[in-house]
């Protein structure tokens, strides 16, 4: 993570980000409070969520870890009351958390089907319905929900994903709607493929089902279409949910923006 600087577009501002001790979800969270924001860490496993707020208060930055199963109704609800009575609001939640399971439809499990939207899906709703009355009260709530190119597209394998990816974008404009009277803005960041830990993963789960190699998964169907060969970077997604995290009005509201190396396109 950078030093902090002098930029403030968050100064003061408690953003937390589900997902957020790895991957995305961190820089992300390093991003919000190198720009003045108090990073609420929140995560499965409450030390590594403390290990990236450690990291960010050691590099000057303000951050507070908390654990949270985005799935689990309780267990959201406690984190964000937890995190309310600390800083007495939350301004901006970055539904971020997320995994991944690759089969074929027709061996799809239930139980996979299930945990996937669980997490993605159900974790979006839990956390937004735990936030909303406290962005509401204030007057004052940025939602941005880290969807993927598969909120829009489709791809083998991946049948929960897409379905939930695909769900977000509802949720988003339905919240748009109802939280517009409120100041309260919800969009969707669409990413392309990311080489983070959960991508990294799938590339020999995609070889094996596809008969393939690595390298062919890599070049032939991650980024077969996008219009330079490269993945996207943790830092073009960061650019992107800060921009929406930052809106002063509900003006960018409902909508999905996809940073994705031209692998799709609107």
């Known amino acids: 993570m ?4 002098d930029m403030a577009r968050f100064e003061n501002r408690i953003a937390l980000v ?3 001790a790895s991957g995305i979800g961190k820089r992300l969270a390093e991003r919000f409070a190198a720009e003045g924001a108090v990073a609420v860490i929140a995560d ?5 969520a403390q290990a990236t707020a450690d990291e960010i208060v050691a590099k000057g930055g303000k951050a507070y870890a908390v654990v949270m199963d985005v799935s689990e109704e309780e267990q959201v609800g406690k984190a964000i009351d937890e995190v309310v009575a600390h800083f007495g609001r939350i301004d901006v939640l970055v539904s971020n958390a997320g995994i991944q399971i690759v089969k074929p439809l027709v061996d799809f499990g239930f139980g996979d089907w299930k945990k996937i939207l669980a997490i993605q899906l159900d974790g979006a709703f839990l956390t937004t319905r735990a936030c909303l009355p406290h962005m509401y009260k204030a007057g004052y709530g940025r939602v941005v929900y880290v969807g993927s190119v598969h909120s829009k597209e489709a791809s083998k394998l991946k049948a929960a994903y897409v379905t939930a990816k695909h769900g977000l974008i509802g949720l988003a404009k ?3 709607k109802e939280g517009a009277e409120h100041n309260v803005a919800a969009n969707v960041v669409c990413p392309g493929f990311v080489r983070t830990p959960l991508v990294e993963k799938q590339i020999p ?3 094996s089902e596809l008969g393939m190699s690595e390298q062919d998964v890599v070049r032939t169907v991650m ?3 996008t219009i330079d060969g490269q993945f996207t970077t943790v ?3 960061a650019d992107m949910v800060l921009f929406y995290a930052s809106a002063s009005s509900v003006a960018h509201s409902g909508q999905s923006a996809v940073v994705s190396h031209g692998w799709f396109m609107q």
């Open 174 to 176: 339905v919240l748009a």
């Open 235 to 237: 830092d073009e997604v």
């Open 44 to 48: 499965l496993k409450l030390d590594a």
């Open 205 to 207: 789960e995609q070889a």
């Open 2 to 5: 950078e030093q902090i600087t």
């Open 18 to 20: 589900t997902g957020a």
């Open 223 to 225: 980024l077969k279409d």
